[in-house]
């Protein structure tokens, strides 16, 4: 149990009835400070901002899937880190005619996913504005420390899970109609995948990143850090069985926000699951810069990617 | 110099933008993950959003000041840890209409911030909103962690500085007019008190928290923390030469916002400066629970601290 030691006060009010609800989820919240443990492994961490009407909305997400989607989002850099999870923080902004009910709500969904990959809610802050916002910064160690950085021409890329399910039910809502219960599961309750990017960085990972902005754009950013191209073929994408677009493959190489990992091995290396997550090669670094995706041997055009600046 | 490794986009030439304008005030951009240094002492973090309209307003502050406050305030609960700074990560929300150089701006005065206490920008986030706000993660470490609780019935209570300095500028601002530039200068450009927490910390501190939302508020948390009565003689209360209230102690009493440190040393203490901060001992530490505000030994009402929830 948690308990805030805080002085009277309704902001500290709400602060105690969160430490409450998060039970055994929590560290002891009230401290300016939260001491992170000493344990074996590099420590590393990661920001990410999820905002009402920018990365969610309410008619869409239930308060508490909101909060589990923002910690996933978050946690997933961690995975792609290859690092196991430590804990979060949570800044939380929420409109001022929001109830202490409600933050509890959104918390609790932040506590469910930290604790779905053994994590705490380390601390927090909690702040009144215009609409729903948090900022989750995810703090993890790592054996090995993957990054952007070190695929080499000959490698072979693989993508975990199935991609393109967070957007066929972004394309449902967005079209005034409701999603299947599949890709509206993608979208909700998304998987930080701290198991399988542990086991890739084990098993001789080169590079890894997690895809937020989609697999094209987010390979334009490892093939960028690694200085390499990479090669995508179209017709071995694992596409999320909930997409039903005409190209099904290119609908899926362009969503964003499945946060399955992408990572590169070395040549001849031939895995089919990461800690019982489907590991599916989908192509190739070469020597050059950028991104090709392929059907049949030649280049398809690249689809624009989601991009809050856009 | 810091370059970020990202692939094109338009959001990417931003962050790309950011962190040569931070150069050796920033660290690697671009991975999913920063690696935090394996250095001596404990590791503490805190998190905290300032937020347009809440905690700063851009007719007041230039998008630097802004950008400095946001991180002062959150290095400053590292102070209160009694820690060394470590390095701080930014999620920063713009308006759609900000440019390259509004992102620059606000991030050079983050970057100033870290480094006037010897840290760095370690990472950050990017996102779109509808008006500016940052949530800025700070790390340390600490030899000896200091927290609210551990004063006991018979400590002295010491603050460092001067108090009232950014709620005279706070309302000189409200009430239409200018504030002088020694009250404005506390509002943009406070201190986070990092050498004199970790000199206290040093020096036989029980307990120790920063002035966010006031002395009377703050002394309030530290003693539900410590489970002791804070006794407040407000004749002693150091106030800031910009104060010119009817009462001008109760005012910088009731001032939040100032980030001076509120700390508890055993009887028979006598310090006057903490690494070339003034410490004024201002009460003492009793058995029993709450705050009072004393005047010549009688106890005077406890004026009603700021509350972004109130």
Do not use: K
């Given at each position: 149990?948690?308990?805030?030691r805080?002085?009277?006060?309704?902001?500290?009010?709400?602060?105690?009835?969160i430490?409450?609800?998060?039970?055994?989820?929590?560290?002891?919240?009230?401290?300016?400070?939260?001491?992170i443990?000493?344990?074996?492994?590099?420590?590393?961490?990661?920001?990410?901002?999820s905002?009402e009407?920018?990365?969610?909305?309410l008619d869409?997400l239930?308060?508490?899937?909101?909060?589990y989607?923002?910690?996933?989002s978050?946690?997933?850099?961690?995975?792609?880190?290859g690092?196991?999870?430590?804990?979060?923080?949570?800044?939380?902004?929420?409109?001022?005619?929001?109830?202490?009910?409600?933050?509890?709500?959104?918390m609790?969904?932040?506590?469910?996913a930290?604790?779905?990959?053994?994590?705490v809610?380390?601390?927090?802050?909690?702040t009144a504005?215009?609409?729903?916002?948090?900022?989750?910064t995810?703090?993890?160690?790592?054996?090995?420390?993957?990054?952007?950085?070190?695929?080499?021409?000959?490698?072979?890329?693989?993508?975990?899970?199935?991609?393109?399910?967070?957007?066929?039910?972004?394309?449902?809502?967005l079209?005034?109609?409701?999603?299947?219960?599949?890709?509206?599961a993608?979208?909700?309750?998304p998987?930080?995948?701290?198991?399988?990017?542990?086991?890739?960085?084990a098993?001789?990972?080169?590079a890894?990143l997690?895809?937020?902005?989609?697999?094209?754009?987010?390979?334009?950013?490892l093939?960028?850090?690694?200085?390499?191209?990479?090669?995508?073929?179209?017709?071995?994408?694992?596409?999320?069985?909930s997409?039903?677009?005409p190209?099904?493959?290119?609908?899926?190489a362009?969503?964003?926000?499945d946060y399955?990992?992408?990572?590169?091995?070395?040549?001849?290396s031939?895995?089919?699951?990461?800690?019982?997550?489907?590991l599916?090669?989908?192509?190739?670094?070469?020597e050059?810069?950028?991104?090709?995706?392929?059907?049949?041997?030649?280049?398809?055009?690249?689809?624009?990617s989601?991009?809050?600046?856009?």
């Open positions: 149990m948690t308990e805030a805080l002085g009277p006060g309704a902001e500290f009010d709400r602060i105690r009835a430490a409450t609800a998060l039970g055994s989820r929590g560290r002891a919240l009230g401290d300016d400070c939260a001491v443990p000493d344990e074996p492994g590099t420590l590393v961490a990661s920001t990410d901002t905002e009407g920018v990365h969610f909305r869409w239930t308060l508490e899937e909101a909060g989607r923002a910690a996933t978050a946690l997933s850099d961690l995975a792609a880190a690092a196991r999870a430590v804990g979060v923080f949570t800044a939380l902004t929420a409109p001022r005619a929001a109830t202490t009910a409600d933050l509890v709500s959104f609790n969904g932040v506590g469910d930290a604790e779905s990959v053994d994590g809610v380390l601390g927090g802050d909690l504005g215009a609409r729903w916002s948090a900022t989750i995810v703090m993890g160690r790592a054996e090995r420390v993957m990054s952007r950085r070190g695929a080499r021409p000959g490698d072979v890329v693989y993508v975990t899970g199935r991609l393109g399910g967070a957007r066929a039910a972004l394309e449902a809502w079209e005034g109609g409701a999603p299947d219960a599949a890709s509206r993608a979208f909700a309750h998987s930080a995948r701290i198991g399988a990017g542990r086991w890739l960085a098993h001789g990972a080169t890894m997690d895809l937020s902005d989609g697999l094209a754009g987010d390979a334009g950013h093939a960028a850090a690694s200085e390499v191209r990479i090669d995508l073929d179209l017709e071995a994408v694992p596409v999320h069985p997409v039903v677009a190209d099904r493959a290119l609908f899926a362009a969503g964003g926000e399955e990992l992408l990572v590169c091995l070395p040549a001849g031939a895995y089919e699951t990461a800690m019982g997550v489907p599916t090669r989908i192509g190739v670094a070469a050059g810069q950028g991104v090709r995706l392929l059907r049949d041997g030649r280049a398809v055009a690249l689809p624009a989601y991009n809050h600046f856009g």
